[in-house]
């Protein structure tokens, strides 16, 4: 495996935004969930929850709720505004102002036709969804009191409303309110606080199912108007409902932490008598549970603690499969970090600003696995905030460390920067082209930035001490509209790969400025892609843990490729829960790969023999333990290290010294807010 | 258990009742609980004994009430039996053999059994007979759980859930199908889920089961092989022994070590109510039929009777066991009652006649802690003078690094409380443990004394200090005496073991590890010591009546000696491994526990007569240490040899497993039978001695109730207790006379008692009253003694009936010559 002196960075002080919403469209299995800083998130659950798109957020901008209409996706917030989201360029298509306040909750209904919206002012505003556009239709019969919760009947007739103290039916067609159930408040000193009904669910049979802040599941008779049933959940909250898709199982997400299952079944075997039955409680979450999805088979959940929970309930999966583990779903899968090889500088990205540090440096001599005193500490060198409220997209860094990119939604800035006496300088003149990176890049000899823009092109820019000029766009011929999100160039400039979420991987030549070669399009989303320096192969690794390599000379599989999809990747290789989010070359020897993802990192030995299906295949201690001769015997090319836990990057530095920037899960969960106290027993 | 001629090892008095669940009848009036080989009814108000079924040969297993006649229980032993009873009456209706060891039944319409972990329906055959045997067996399920409370019926016995280990297992009956549901063995936070006990709820297909960890699951949709699912409920810290739903399933019940009931709403689970303090871990819980009152059996041996709104209602308290018994088994010579250690730092008074618990002495007097691990003081040593009316105790606390604490408590016998009052403590009496104590035996003198040997190598003599060191100078001082050491004796520096005094008090014999010494108590002078080939003495004897010349001893070289005092030599010695040597108060008889091959061996014989007078193989497995010989109240007349030791006292002894066993005769046994048959009495009334005080005066009262007694015997019997109006109300409809008839006789006894006191018609009603009585009788095929003595005073007239039909026929014509207007008035009013 060979030995590397490690600089483990920890001072990147990453902190994913609580997540304050989620909409699951079950038709493309997308889960669409937005944080508390009004980041979007795509995930595809039907790849390995692969984190697709990201939509950075702004300042101001607080999103309450989202949801999906087809392959449209809504959102509406505390602003005011409703946003109608661009998933092919990842921006905000338009806003909307709805004129009624804060909006606390949007819905459309079952056709896909309308939408509409609960205001603080007490109004639920309709509006007509068009082909390019939402228009104002009418206004419901406005009540005191803002509303918080709606939902749709599914017929479209009846729409059940949660506001302060009671939830009001309102006829659809008339705008007329035709029920008002009150809900009753909490005991004891909550008595005088009035209740939120923070989600309402309306099922197909006429039952409304709300959640309440007196910690209530009430389940009411939708027709009558009458209550059929209270579950006393929690002492504190009952923050949202979700339903699954044939209503046979409700889940509710608490303040607790806790995720309460419900269930639809009839209380005797041969009886078809059915009543909602309070069965499980996962606890997955240390925070309020501020976003539920009640897919097929999983229960989601997301709140305050930042994490995106999949909890497989076990009775719709089978036992023992990749699908019935749970997932975490704890950093982001793409890259925040850039690594400067050459100047041994590290970007961090941050929503609103990045920072530039210099790693620390130690002459000191040491055994495997001793840490070394730190000659020079490493220093933050740079501290650059963000412009005009949006928050950043992309970032780069180049090679030399001289040049800074990055981009938001509306633009992309470029700088300049001095190390003897720090300065940056911001270059002004910019080609208009390069007004979109989803991906910015930097060629090796940081004399080219690489932006990927609209439709899968790439903008290429020359950069000089002068001016920046624009040379070209890079188009594929395939003529996908989806983003690009991973980018990356080759050693020797003549290479750049493209891998967008249409998992198309596009090849250019730099040289010959035009498209060189596809790879053949694999089901899985590609997480990450180099291009080896000398051999010029392209390595990919997709979301379902399967590692490619092309070489671009040939235009084909390599021969070592053909040999890992013959004998296939062992087992424990591919059940592992997060994905490779970053892939580089070891400089010294070409035969080796260093790839890591959230729990490991890992080199691969491309002239070692494949692990068998039956070997360890974590056997660095077993290894160890061996004389010499046999090592080589045993020893096959996955070499694991899990010596670093929650790995955000590692990269190689041009000295061949190891960069690990890990970001540990405690360190962001110690700077979390207070959760709600719970009485522990024995404490 | 091997058979000796006609005495057999019993379980009697003091035997567990918390064994399996107890069952609360349909009118929550009794309580049936298996106890050892019988069955005991309890009153669920007045926490009496009514009735003791006896019957089965070996441990009753369970108990159940027949689900298509409430007034009858099943109930099935060890002994393979299965027999149905009328508890109201006491009555034994049948008897089934079963060819498989029966370990428990289980509720259903047919009787379910286990046998080596399976489950078989026994299909009961309908026969008159009251021996039938059965032998349909159809195994249901294999490889359960040898617990009961792991196997119940659901819903109307549509089903029957059942969990083992880490797996729970549904049977349908109607579709013959089995669902297996199986957990983790741990889960990640360490919890055991291992299953305890399951309930099914009574209405809804819902399973609760109880788990190791203190959780308790609700199985819902268990028809499903994968769509099932539970919901989990947790307050209980360690594995919950019992659960049980209402009959309503309204409320779900649940125990385990804490000793908390704890009462979870169905469908409201956040909801619940906690009963604390119960005592001692919970480890069943029945509810009765109408749901009005719970029970929960505890682990010290005790049934708590609970209503339905969380109160205690009563407490049947048995004997007391907990892990060993420090303190010898004792009998009080006072109450004649069984006294060893009872709840912790007290001991019970138990009364074996009666099989209840008198009442505890608080000896420590120091609150317990209900915490593992803690050391707390234990009382280990109690003893007994003659006369019953001191009683000594050793307590101690060993706690890890610090010093032994010792305390020896002596108590006096208070007449007016009648109890037992503190007179004396001596702290740190001894410096080591104390190993041995007694009293001296004699009766007459006045000084009262007591011998304590002790590890630090000294045997203490206290005596009762005399009245004149204390009304000296300070008279303010407690006139009472009390007790201060008088000797202290060692010898060689040897450790001392046991202490025993001769039946007259004259000579004390301390053994000193193989040595034995014998002391005058009078003079403090070592008269002589014996001893025998090395091996430290075990037990240390003095032979009664006429065999006190002898001392016994046993060694830990597997011998049993036998010296005479007069010769000061070795008598006779024999080759055993005595446990435990043990003296007959009564008798010359001295029993010896000897332990081989892991079973206990039994010899009773006299010191003056080489041959054992009685002897049994394999009384018990394991070593028995604790034994005593208890007085009988009367003399048993036992002819045969071999039982003839048993005539005066009996033996009870507690086996490993803290089971209180006796010897039992046959003729015992017969006699036992016969008085259960004798003692049927009133369903509610308790069959205590007050009663037969006031039944014996009733009798006698009716007795006395001639027909010339005179005119105040005449107002006893009320009209709704008169002869007429029973006869109008309990005869069945089909066989009365036609209603003018009946009208008639009405209206008479009304006039009689009311108006009319001529002599006549007092004849002729005594009359006509006898001859209903005696009619009465015949119809009625179970004869009530009490009925009998009732009727016994009239017996002699029986033969004037003949002459009662022309009577009433005279009295009839009467009748119809009267005027009925004033009957319509009568009725208006």
Redesign the interface.
Known sequence: MGEFKVHRVRFFDYMPSAIRAMAFNSHTERLALVRADGALEIFNFADHYFQEKVIPGQDGRAVEALCWVGQRLFSAGLNGEITEYDLENLRPRYTVEAYGGPIWTIGSNKQGTLLMVGCEDGTVKMFEILKERIQFQRNLERQKGRIVSLSWHPSGTLIAAGMMDMIRIFNAETGHATHRMLVERGVGASKSREVVVWSVAFLSDYTIISGDSAGKVQIWDGLTGTLV?T???TKWDVLCLSVSQDESSLIAGTSEGTVV?F?F?????DQQEEEW?????FKNHSHDVRALAHTETAVVSGGMDTQLVVRPLL??VEKNTQESAMRKIALPHRSLVCCAKKAGLLLFQFPDHLEVWRVGESDGHGKPGDSLPVKRKPEKLIQLKGKGGDHIYSSALSPCGEWLAYSTVSSVRLYRLQYNNISITKVSKLPKDLCLGHQLCFSSDSTKLFASSRHSSVIVVALNQLECKYLHTLKPKSGSRQPVHLLCTSEDGKWLATANTDCEIHVYDLHKRKLHCTVPIYSSCPTAIAIHPTTSHLVVVHADQQIFEYSLVQKEYTEWSRKLQKQGLHSLWLERDTPVTHVTFSLKNPAHIILHDMFMFCIIDQSLPLPESKTLLYNQMTLRSLPEQERIRHSHAFKICKNFKHVMCVSLLEDHSLVVVERPLLDMMSQLPAPVRQKK??T | MVEHGDIRVVHRGGSKINFRKPVITNDSRFLLCASGESVKVFSTSTEECIHDLRGHTDLVTGVLIKPSNHLQAFSCSADGTVRLWDFTDGILIKVRLLPSIVVCPVLSVSVSSQSLFQLVAVHLPQSGDQLVEARELSAVLTGISSNPAATVFGRGGEYIASANGLQLEVYFFKKQKAYRFSLKEDNKKGGKNTFTCVACHPNDDCIATGHEDGKIRLWRNFNHKKEYTYSTLHWHHSAVSSLSFTPEGTNLLSGGIESVLVQWRYNQENQRDFLPRLGAAITHIAVSPDGALYCTSHSDNKITIIQSCVKVSAVIQGLVKGESVGTDLMIDPRSKSLVLNGKPGHLQFYSLQRDKLLYNLDIVQQEYIHESGLQQFEVVKAAFDASGNWLATVEERKQKGAELELNLKLWAFDEQTQSFVLNTTISAPHEAQITGMCFSHATDSQTTMLVSTSKDGHFKAWQLAAQSQTDGKQPSVCPCPSWSCDFVGAYHGLVPECCSFSADGSLLAVSFQEVVTVWSPASWELLTTLSQPPKAIRNLCFGRLSCSKYLLGTTDSNLLCCWNLLTCSLEWSTSMDVSLLLADPLSENMAAFCCQAGCTDLFVFKPSEPRPLFSQKAVCSGMVTRAVFAPREEMLESCEESSQWLNRSQLYFLTQYMDLMTFTTKTEEERLMASSKQLVIDDSVAMTPFYLLLGKHRQQQQGGDDPQSGVSAERTPLPQGSVAIKELLQTPAHVLPSTSFLCSMFVQSLLISVTDSSKHAEEEMESEKEEEDSEEEIESSRTRPEQQAAVGGGEAAESAAPAMTKAQVRELRRVKKLDHSWLAGLLDS
């Open positions: 049933r579950h006393l959940v299952q269930q079944i009839s209380s005797t075997v039955v309070r069965t499980r409680t009775d719709k027993f024995a």
